[in-house]
T-cell receptor, first 111, second 115 residues
Framework: RKEVEQDPGPFNVPEGATVAFNCTYSNSASQSFFWYRQDCRKEPKLLMSVYSSGNEDGRFTAQLNRASQYISLLIRDSKLSDSATYLCVVNAWEYGNKLVFGAGTILRVKS | EAGVAQSPRYKIIEKRQSVAFWCNPISGHATLYWYQQILGQGPKLLIQFQNNGVVDDSQLPKDRFSAERLKGVDSTLKIQPAKLEDSAVYLC?????????????FGPGTRLTVL
């Protein structure tokens, strides 16, 4: 089983739609969770950290479910500029405290 | 504030040749990372430096890959000899410290094609 698994997509949605991605992780001792965004042929950039209580940043909401070992990202009112690959990232001491990246979920927002 | 700088941006070599990549992190960032990102996959950590010391190189193929950060600032990653499967984007990142809570800032990457 991969350490971090994501549906590769692509998710094709119209502008204004709400879209959600899930990510599962295998190590129950994982402590830190993030979503990074990567535009085509660009470097990854931190979108948001994911906290146990859930957190929101504008149109983006991240949730963590430790019992089921999954993380979600919800994007409301999708914009064309949201088109990108969304990388789920997890850290655990068992990984030597390094970040482990999922393969990413591709989102395409169309007008 | 200047971001992470990498060069070259693109490199095409033949298998068995050698290649080197350079990275200059954000000023003041003590931690530097080299990642390999193969097409369709997420970045995979190759090596992590804290100042000029190696923190983690468990996934670095040491028979062909080497990296150094001699003065605790910029870093080079070398592949010698290259194989076809080394074709990937090599990303350098830096952060203020090595804890997982600190955001990692990535450079634009070097796209390597091995023919």
């Amino acid at each position: 089983r991969k350490e971090v698994e994501q549906d590769p997509g692509p998710f094709n949605v119209p502008e204004g739609a709400t879209v959600a991605f899930n990510c599962t992780y295998s190590n129950s001792a994982s402590q830190s969770f993030f979503w990074y965004r990567q535009d085509c042929r660009k470097e990854p950039k931190l979108l948001m950290s994911v906290y146990s209580s859930g957190n929101e940043d504008g149109r983006f909401t991240a949730q963590l479910n430790r019992a089921s070992q999954y993380i979600s990202l919800l994007i409301r009112d999708s914009k064309l500029s949201d088109s990108a690959t969304y990388l789920c990232v997890v850290n655990a001491w068992e990984y030597g405290n390094k970040l482990v990246f999922g393969a990413g979920t591709i989102l395409r927002v169309k007008s | 504030e200047a971001g992470v700088a990498q060069s070259p941006r693109y490199k095409i070599i033949e298998k068995r040749q050698s290649v080197a990549f350079w990275c200059n992190p954000i000023s003041g960032h003590a931690t530097l990372y080299w990642y390999q990102q193969i097409l369709g996959q997420g970045p995979k950590l190759l090596i992590q430096f804290q100042n000029n010391g190696v923190v983690d190189d468990s996934q670095l193929p040491k028979d062909r890959f080497s990296a150094e950060r001699l003065k605790g600032v910029d870093s080079t990653l070398k592949i010698q000899p290259a194989k076809l499967e080394d074709s990937a984007v090599y990303l350098c990142a830096s952060s203020t410290s090595g804890t997982s809570y600190n955001e990692q800032f990535f450079g634009p990457g070097t796209r390597l094609t091995v023919l």
